[in-house]
């Protein structure tokens, strides 16, 4: 390309590193052509021309969000033809990766922090498994056949059946993954983690924590999740509400239940005044609030029963919000079980 | 033109490949992967064929259909674009040739084949503070709607999905050579009908440099 001569202007525009440069804003283009200009400075002027009048033309862009795309591939996928179908296997790399799972969007996410190796699993043989691998830089979005979405973040694999999507739906995750799992009640949608386990059903999320090493973190942002200690002969159930988490750590099995740090509100505000009070007493903004963030509020009724909040908290986040009433009524609260008790002495009557 | 919008589906080249391999071996996930990442670009192409959205949206399914019926014939080594974006184009222009044929009760096949292409080009110079620009701007504008389907294509394909050149030649169906005169021709004649562009271009020259 160095001996290449430019004369015209679609001499330029023949030039693949020539059009990278110019739409693609490739650095490494760039770089050749600036170069490229300091030695030929006659052809400035050309090069510029043929530069702006590509750069002049645009063609119209038909809006398709990204959302929709889901929808249709989803759609491609639940459709295909089954029959002769063979699924593929590959082996999964034996690389100690953090272990997480993230649900989201009608669903909830679970983090493990700790390294593990992947261990075969338990009475499945790897050749009936098919894999899927992240090894990209960006987390990579899989349509699975039954129209579930897993969002698989760098370095996450799943692993499933072949027969994944008739029975069942079990996938068993090293790394992080996002999962937006579509409700079929008498097919369990099962995330497994090395040994933990989340059975998802419809809106309804569980999740298993195992108990070797490694702690889990199971937040729930929409939905409901229960989880469970999966070597324990009575499995005790710990239901998890939106905008609530579940901190399990394996080395004292202990599994406690907190809010997570930034509850995301459950219910559409459509209205500008939803969160604009004017003398509105604080019983009923409590009640908007559990509306809204699906967070349960424990207060004694009685005692604050005189008090009243005049504010627009329609900007701020939840635990804003709460702290801006509390400030205001000389309330304090503390989290109890995923709960905010909220305690204070009440308000005199004005 | 060129604000690349992200695409969240995007697969890096080894990814792609590895997902091409196990769509041949029969993983619909792997299919999907495919489908996602490359269905923003199919259907920004396919609008330009027939501006129908819901025809376009169907074409893509019933060619993502083919493709996964037909996949153990497939070859493990092809660039995934391209032979997406032909398959696109054969589907769509066949199935307008059959309403074509429904609609005149004629038979069209092997003449005067339809091959609709509106690239729905338009100018965009950011700057444009005097007439002879405006009229500069018109006359671009005229020319590129000017070019034939045909020329338009390849430039939407070489310039806009940026396809190699004899990527563009599989999708059309030309030879390389042919793709290489159509190009060039249509440059020559959208340069010799706007003249210099020197106005604008120093006018937007500060942006670049």
């Known amino acids: 390309m160095t001996d290449k001569q430019f004369h015209r202007i679609e001499d330029f525009w023949q030039e693949a590193s020539f059009l990278s440069w110019t739409l693609g804003k490739d650095p490494v283009a760039a770089a050749w052509w600036e170069n490229w200009l300091l030695e030929h400075p006659q052809q400035a002027p050309l090069l510029e021309e043929a530069r702006q009048l590509l750069l002049a033309v645009q063609i119209k862009e038909h809006p398709l969000p990204d959302a929709e795309i889901a929808g249709h591939v989803s759609e491609i996928i639940q459709q295909l033809p089954t029959t002769g179908g063979e699924v593929s296997w590959l082996n999964w790399r034996a690389a100690a990766i953090a272990i997480g799972v993230l649900l989201l969007s009608g669903g909830a996410w679970l983090l493990t922090r700790h390294q593990s190796s992947p261990a075969p699993l338990a009475g499945i043989p790897d050749h009936a498994l098919t894999e899927m691998v992240n090894n990209t830089g960006k987390p990579v979005t899989f349509p699975m056949k039954d129209g579930s979405t897993i969002i698989l973040e760098p370095g996450a694999h799943i692993r499933y059946s072949r027969e994944w999507g008739k029975d069942d739906r079990t996938v068993y995750l090293e790394g992080k993954a996002a999962f937006d799992v579509q409700q079929h009640q008498e097919r369990p949608f099962i995330v497994n983690t090395g040994d933990i386990q989340t059975v998802v059903l419809g809106t309804t999320f569980t999740v298993t924590a195992g108990l070797q090493h490694q702690n889990v973190l199971v937040a729930v942002q929409h939905g409901k999740v229960a989880i469970r200690k999966n070597k324990e002969a009575a499995k005790e159930e710990m239901i998890l509400l939106p905008n609530q988490e579940a901190d399990y750590e394996a080395s004292s099995g202990k599994l406690s239940k907190t809010l997570i740090p930034a509850p995301l509100a459950q219910v559409v505000v459509k209205h500008q005044e939803d969160f604009i009070f004017n003398d509105t007493p604080v019983s009923t903004v409590f009640e908007k609030l559990e509306k809204v963030y699906s967070i349960r509020l424990m207060y004694d009724t009685a005692t604050l029963k005189s008090c009243t909040i005049t504010a627009n908290l329609n900007k701020e986040a939840f635990y804003d919000k709460l702290d801006l009433i509390c400030k205001a009524l000389g309330l304090s609260y503390q989290e109890v079980d995923g709960q905010l008790m909220i305690n204070g002495k009440g308000c005199k009557n004005n | ?209």
């Open chain 2, 1 to 209: 033109m060129h604000t690349i919008r992200e695409n969240i589906y995007h697969l890096e080249e080894g990814q792609l490949l590895t997902c091409w391999q196990q769509f041949l071996e029969g993983n619909s996930e792997a299919f999907g992967q495919i489908i996602s990442c490359y269905y923003a670009a199919l259907f920004q192409y396919g609008i330009k064929i027939h501006a129908d959205k819901a025809f376009v949206q169907d074409s893509i399914q019933d060619m993502a259909t083919d493709l996964w019926s037909k996949r153990e014939r497939l070859s493990r080594q092809v660039h995934v674009k391209s032979y997406l974006f032909k398959s696109l184009r054969h589907k769509m222009i066949r199935q307008l040739q059959r309403r074509d044929v429904q609609q005149r009760h004629l038979l069209l096949w092997g003449q005067g084949a339809r091959e609709p292409f509106d690239a729905e080009f338009s100018v965009e110079a950011a700057i444009i503070d005097n007439e002879t620009d405006r009229q500069r701007k018109q006359l671009l504008h005229d020319s590129l709607k000017s070019l034939s389907p045909r020329q338009q294509e390849i430039i939407y394909l070489r310039y806009f999905q940026n396809l190699e050149h004899d990527q563009v030649a599989a999708i059309m169906k030309l030879s390389r050579v042919a793709v290489y005169n159509l190009l060039s021709s249509s440059l020559k004649r959208l340069k010799s009908q706007i003249g210099p562009l020197s106005g604008i271009a120093l006018l937007l020259s500060g942006k670049y440099f």
